[in-house]
C-alpha cells in the first residue's frame, strides 16, 4: 500500500480490526451500483470515498429536475445528461486512485448476466419492482451477493440477499421475501413522494453493508430486513428465512413497453391519430388531464372490453408507472391492439409545456 494511501484513508485503518489488510480488500474489490438516483448517489460516493477498487455505475437514463432534491452528485446544469457517466465523472474527480466504470444502459434480460459478471458485489439503487426482481434473479443465478434497498416517503428498507452461508446454500434473496408485488398498487417517489433524506440515510446504509460484505467487519444484513421511519427515527429488523416456494433456475423475459414521447403525442393529437386513456384515480383527473377516456387501472379489467379499437391507444398516469404496468396487462388480453405508454407521464407533459 502506497504512503499517499496510508494518509488518505488513515482513520478508517485505524478502527479497530479493520487495518491496512481490509483495506487492501476494499481496493481489490469490485462493485456494481445499478441505478444512479436517491440511493446509488450516496451509495457510489461512499464507496468511492472507502477506496473501493472498481466502482461500476450502472444507468440509461438522464438527469431531470425532479431528481435535484434527493439525486446530490447532480447539478441544474447537468439536466439531460447521462446519470452513471456524470456521477463516474465527479466520483474520478473525489477519488483519482480508484477505477469508476459507467454503464450506460437499461438493465434487460438479455444483459444483465454479463453485466455482473465482472463484479463481486452489487448494489441495488433501482425504482422499480420489475428491475429489482430481475437484478435479484440474475444475482441468484450469478452467485452474487446482493445490497438491497427501497425507500417511498418516509420508509426505507435495507437487507443483503444472496450470501453464502454453508457449503452449496445461500442466505434469503429478495423473492424469498416478497415472492410477487403488484407494481401498480405502490407509487413510485414521483407519485407519492419522499423525503430526500431518507435517500441519503438509506443509500449510506447501503454502502454500509458492502463494506462489511468486503471487510468481514460486523454482522451484515443478512436474512434480516431493516425498516426505518424518517419521521420518528424508529428503526427495527426483521430476521427472515425463506420463506418462498420461487425456484430461480431462470430469468424472466424483460417485457418492454411501447412508450410515446410527449412531443410525438402533441404532434398525433393535433392530427387526430390516437386514442387517450387515463388510468389515473379520480381525484387525479380532477386536478388536471389532457382528455380522454377515463380508466382507473384498478378498474381496467372490467373496462377492458370497452377500449377503442379504431386508433392506436395511449395511456397515462402521474409517472409513466401505472400506464406502463396498463399496458402489459392490454398487450397480455388484447394483443391485436396498438397500445403506447405516455413517457414520463403528466409529470413531462407540465414540464415540456
Given at each position: ?5 496510508l494518509?488518505?484513508?488513515s ?16 481496493q ?8 444512479a ?9 461512499y ?17 431531470s ?9 447532480f447539478t441544474?446544469?447537468e ?69 438491497y ?65 468486503i ?20 428503526s427495527r ?45 379520480e ?20 373496462q377492458m372490453?370497452?377500449l377503442s ?11 409513466g ?24 407521464g403528466?409529470?413531462?407533459?407540465k414540464?415540456?409545456q
Open positions: 500500500m502506497q504512503a499517499s494511501d494518509l488518505r484513508y482513520c478508517q485503518i485505524a478502527l479497530p480490526g479493520f487495518g491496512e489488510a481490509s483495506q487492501e480488500r476494499l481489490q474489490a469490485r462493485v456494481l451500483v445499478v441505478g438516483g436517491g440511493l446509488g448517489c450516496p451509495a457510489a460516493q464507496l468511492a470515498a472507502a477506496g473501493i477498487g472498481t466502482l461500476g455505475i450502472a444507468d440509461f437514463d438522464t438527469v429536475p425532479g431528481n435535484l432534491h434527493r439525486q446530490i452528485l441544474p446544469a439536466v439531460g445528461q447521462n446519470k452513471a457517466r456524470i456521477a463516474c465523472e465527479k466520483l474520478q474527480q473525489q477519488n483519482p486512485g480508484i477505477q469508476l466504470i459507467p454503464h450506460e444502459l437499461k438493465v434487460t434480460s438479455a444483459n444483465v448476466l454479463e453485466l455482473l459478471q465482472d463484479y463481486d458485489v452489487v448494489l441495488d439503487g433501482t425504482d422499480n419492482f420489475d428491475t429489482k426482481y430481475l437484478l435479484n434473479d440474475a444475482c441468484v443465478l450469478a452467485g452474487k451477493p446482493l445490497v434497498g427501497a425507500i417511498y416517503q418516509f420508509e426505507g428498507q435495507v437487507a443483503v440477499w444472496n450470501v453464502p452461508v454453508e457449503t452449496g446454500k445461500r442466505s434469503p434473496n429478495y423473492r424469498d421475501v416478497f415472492p410477487e408485488v403488484d407494481a401498480s398498487q405502490v407509487p413510485n417517489c414521483a407519485e407519492g413522494g419522499v423525503i430526500p433524506t431518507l435517500a441519503g440515510m438509506i443509500g449510506c446504509m447501503q454502502a454500509n453493508e458492502v463494506l462489511k460484505l471487510t468481514g467487519a460486523g454482522e451484515p444484513l443478512v436474512g434480516k430486513l431493516l425498516w426505518l421511519d424518517a419521521l420518528t427515527m424508529q429488523i426483521i430476521k427472515v428465512g425463506k420463506v418462498s416456494t420461487v425456484m430461480i433456475d431462470k430469468l424472466t423475459e424483460t417485457e418492454e413497453v411501447p412508450l410515446i414521447s410527449v412531443p410525438e403525442l402533441k404532434q398525433g393529437i393535433a392530427q387526430g391519430l390516437y386514442e387517450l386513456v387515463d388510468v389515473r384515480r381525484e387525479e383527473r380532477s386536478a388536471f388531464h389532457i382528455g380522454g377516456k377515463h380508466v382507473p387501472l384498478d378498474q381496467l379489467a372490467e372490453d370497452q379499437e379504431d386508433k392506436p391507444l395511449v395511456l397515462y398516469c402521474a409517472s408507472k401505472r400506464s406502463g404496468e396498463a399496458v402489459k396487462r392490454i398487450k397480455k388480453a388484447l394483443p391485436e391492439l396498438e397500445v403506447y405508454s405516455l413517457e414520463g403528466m409529470k413531462a407533459w414540464e415540456q
